[in-house]
């Protein structure tokens, strides 16, 4: 699948999954949140940043209890509870947060 940000084009996997995470900017989160049917508010721009760190950090993706509890971690209770994040993506917050922070599909999801 190929994806079109300000004329570029970027390749994804056929699940949507940016190929290069280098090419990731916040035009290309907004072009994938919109695929998504997802409005990207400062609270989604938090966890994507975050987990983009995490990513270049420890050069894998957490599952998704180390998720929460990484966001727990850094955010606070309020913010580090699955509630919270199905609320912010609801199809399921670890892998609609990597797709759109433009990072691989984690490995734990399906």
């Not at 907004?30 to 983009?52: C, D, G, M, P």
């Not at 929460?68 to 199809?91: H, M, T, W």
């Amino acid at each position: 699948m190929e994806l079109i940000v300000d004329g570029v084009s970027l390749e994804t996997t056929d699940q949507g999954f940016l190929r290069d995470f280098t090419q990731w900017q916040r035009s290309v989160a907004l072009a994938l949140a919109e695929r998504e049917q997802l409005e990207l508010s400062e609270a989604h721009w938090e966890v994507l940043l975050f987990i983009r760190d995490y990513y270049q950090q420890y050069k894998h993706l957490p599952n998704a209890r180390m998720f929460v509890a990484a966001i727990r971690k850094q955010f606070g209770e309020d913010k580090g509870n699955s509630r919270y994040l199905q609320k912010l993506f609801p199809q399921g917050p670890l892998k609609y947060a990597c797709k759109i922070a433009g990072l691989p599909k984690p490995p734990t999801c399906l």
